[in-house]
């Protein structure tokens, strides 16, 4: 029973069809300046200034009155039918989850502008259909908001361009097939432990199982399972499948329909386990070697290190309390003349909205849209194995993010609430916000008279996703020129192969590298989209491309040579229709987005460069062509940059529920480049961030977040008539003379010593106020990629 307890919790906390059932809710952490409650405090805190934003947050989830309000209205309508998800079986209709419909960006911009008044509130409502024989599970749109007379709950098609509001739920019966799964495996036991060296679910380090390919037909799944050691000490289970796997094929809802099929060993297929069980019975059958766990896979080593790791790393501190003001009622940040709102949604995470610079629009919105990892490998799990995060809610994974290590001690924390199934859950410090100086300046120069030198701080935005086996990191950085660079961070245990040794010779190194006994590494793409809906100086824009070409050209000037000049120049072209662009080689070309009616004071059309920004190099975009998994599903995925033109009715490139119906996904992004003028029109670029992941035995036992970055820069070009962080920066000019160095600072500066607590430095997380989380076990059910059969 115990093991059996053990089992049932490691895979039924992830399953994607259980998303109502959340923790209870957590009261929001109070902001008390830059400093958290939870850090012991002796400093008396200054009276903050009240700070308001000049608009509400439209974008804004839904607040807890608005919730409770919206819960009652729901349950009582008998159009939706629901159940209580505590008393639901899988033959009723239960709410999943909830959260607000944002508004269409028309009504948005005239209420901006003040032609309108607020747009009206809408909740976007999921429900599981389970009453009828093809359960679905169902996208409605209630309101107005709060519950009215005219409130109503109306089918949402209008964001999905397949003209549907649904998906078939293709396991719906999950509770009853997790059991059958589990009977099935206890009668090959003797199969298990003579191979495996232990018995399914046993306790406490005995196998698990994750799916790798699965196929979805009509109500029919198979789905090829693979073997994982248990791992009762750490988290390392990643790093520890093993060479045995069975098919498992199911037919309807009917326990009858469901079998094992196949077991796959050694690069064998047998028919059933009895086939294999006989096997094993003869002479010279090859046993592989067994993945264990040991101090290989632990992250963290507690003894003595080199001389200086005894020593404590020099750190930033904020002496001077936080340069930003935030309206944390709104969520509305200002610095150095920026000025934004930022909104979490429960599948997406972070976004960002209505970003001016010096007042005038930047962007619109920039946010995450979809996260992607495809693998590759000759196994069926890592042959076949790709997931699409935002179905597990990468918004609701965002963690309590730990000071001094996550952000700096001095960060502001933010929390951000999220609403499913009748219940609430508020992630305490899920966002940090803070400015930081970089170790190297943001412009210097030396002439015999002078030295003149900048210091170049920023403004980061930052949150941590944990999915499964990687945390991401995601961060909007702004830098005081006006350039906002979007980027991604990874870091965790790699989703590992077995290393089968009698297939070594002839598969060695062709999907990744040996990195242990019994372990290799599979090559996989991350790919992450992001919309960019860019509002430079104003709502009519044109993408530009800026060509670095080379050229011959006669000069009247040039009488020495006799043969014209070789040289380049620029050549801009405009792309006149929606498009895919990949990044240039050699970076042969500039990609700026301009505004035809506003220049600068020389006449120049004002504009935002997009470019790769810091990392490992520029961002990727799906290796794969035509992915036998995600089918339609992410034709965003196959090209590094997006431009389209914008409608209310296309405002997200992706949908979770995409998952199910790859064929005919809810959202076919392909659909977007629907080859439609976009010169001097409203553009919406999406792009991708991500990287080739190769690992290594360097992965081993985590993946560095250094090795992994990527990024995005959307950076003035001619938009200003000068640098704009001319006004901002600190810094100073050296006056260099034959007797004395004379020095003139700009800007402020510390003039005198400052008193520090222990905890400014490195903060008590002895008193770190964070709730208990259970980590998403990415179990065999989030591994459903449907595939045709």
Known sequence: MASFAKFWIAISASAVFLWFAFLASAPFLRHVDSYLEFLASTREVPEITPFQAPYRNVWADLSQQETDDLLGFLFDSPELNLTEASQATSRDNTLMQLGVLQPNKTDILCYLNGSAGLPERWAHVVVAQGVTEDACIVNYMVGPLPPNALTEIRPLKYIFNSGRNHVINPVPDQEDLLMWIIGELQGVSDITQKMLGTDVFASPDGLDIRAGAVYIGNRTLSAWFQFYRQDSSSDAGWLLPQGLYFKLQTATRDAANWKISQWYY????????????????????????????????????????????????????????????????????????????????????????????DSDTVIFEVGLQEALAHYAGDDPAQGALAFVDTLDNMGFHMRNLVPGYDC????????????????????????????????????????????????????????????????????????????????????????????????????????????????????????????????????????????????????????????????????ERAVEKEAGINWPAKSGEMYVVINDNSTNSWGEKRGYRITPGTGMGNPIHLSILNSTALRKSAEWAYKDLWLVKQKDTEPRSAEPLNYYVPQDPLVDFAKFVDDEDVVDEDLVIYFNLGSHHIPHSGDIPNTLMHTSASSVMFTPFNFHDRDASRRRVQGVKLELGDEETQARYFGGRHLEGVNLKETDLEPDLLKYGSERQIARNMSWIYNLIPREN
Request: charged share 20%.
């Open 408 to 571: 700096p001690a001095y960060a502001t924390y933010l929390s951000a609430s999220y609403h499913n199934g009748g219940a609430s859950l508020t992630r305490k410090n899920s966002i940090c916000v803070f400015e930081y100086t970089a170790d190297h300046a943001l412009r210097r120069h030396t002439s015999d008279e002078h030295v003149s030198i900048s210091r170049n701080t920023y403004l980061v935005v930052r949150s941590v996703s944990t999915m499964g086996n990687y945390d991401f990191t995601i961060e909007y950085i702004f830098y005081l020129d006006g350039t906002i660079e979007v980027k991604l961070r990874a870091s965790g245990f790699i989703w590992a192969a077995f290393h089968t040794p009698t297939l070594e010779s002839a598969k060695r190194n062709e999907y990744g590298y040996r990195v242990h006994e019994a372990l290799a590494t599979s090559m996989h793409d991350h790919v992450l989209n992001f919309k960019a809906d860019l509002d430079v100086a104003g709502t009519s824009n044109t993408f530009v491309r800026v060509g670095i070409q080379p050229a011959t050209v006669e000069y009247p000037w040039d009488e020495e040579i006799t043969t014209p000049r070789n040289t380049m120049h620029l050549v």
């Open 266 to 357: 050694n690069g064998l297929v047998y028919e059933s386990a009895s086939e294999l069980r006989e096997a094993l019975k003869r002479p010279g059958f090859l046993l592989n070697p067994l993945n264990l766990n040991g101090p290989w896979t632990d992250t963290e080593d507690f003894g003595e290190g080199p001389p200086g790791r005894e020593l404590p790393p020099p750190t930033m501190i904020q002496p001077s309390g936080p340069r930003f003001k935030i309206d944390h009622q709104q969520n509305f940040i200002s610095w150095m003349g920026f000025e934004f709102f930022i909104s979490t949604s429960q599948e997406r995470g972070l976004s960002l909205h209505n970003i001016r610079f």
